[in-house]
């Protein structure tokens, strides 16, 4: 079993630029597809990003496509979120999910996601 922990949300300015990192524990990154999700207030969770378990499969939400950019280091386990031209439309909690690479399901929804992250705030600032 995997634990998540989030780090570096905060509050950017419009166009301004933010990386998240996912630290994980517990078990061997290698073993798990992973993605960023995000929720705003009186929203549903939303799918940003996911990663498989070797990084060489990456998908993004339209929304972001372009502007994030996921990637991750099993030996470090740890999975990042390079977030640039931001907007406020971006402002969330953000989360890190880990799922095992045999589940079956849509990636982007996060009911296929097992292991959850505590969440970090991003605020963009307009």
């Known amino acids: 079993q995997v634990q998540l922990v989030e780090s570096g949300g905060g509050l950017v300015q419009t166009g301004g630029s933010l990386s998240l990192s996912c630290a994980a524990s517990?078990?061997?990154?290698?073993?798990?597809?992973m993605g960023w999700f995000r929720q705003a207030p009186g929203q549903e969770r939303e799918f940003v990003a996911r990663i498989n378990w070797s990084g060489d499969s990456i998908y993004y939400a339209d929304s972001v496509k372009g502007r994030f950019s996921i990637s991750r280091n099993n030996a470090k386990k740890m999975m990042y979120l390079q977030m640039n031209s931001l907007k406020p439309e971006d402002t969330a909690t953000y989360y890190c999910?880990?799922?095992?690479?045999?589940?079956?399901?849509?990636?982007?929804?996060?009911?296929?996601?097992?292991?959850w992250g505590q969440g970090t705030q991003v605020t963009v600032s307009s």
């Open positions: 517990g078990g061997a990154l290698s073993s798990y597809d």
């Open positions: 999910a880990a799922r095992g690479t045999s589940v079956l399901g849509v990636a982007t929804s996060p009911r296929t996601y097992a292991y």
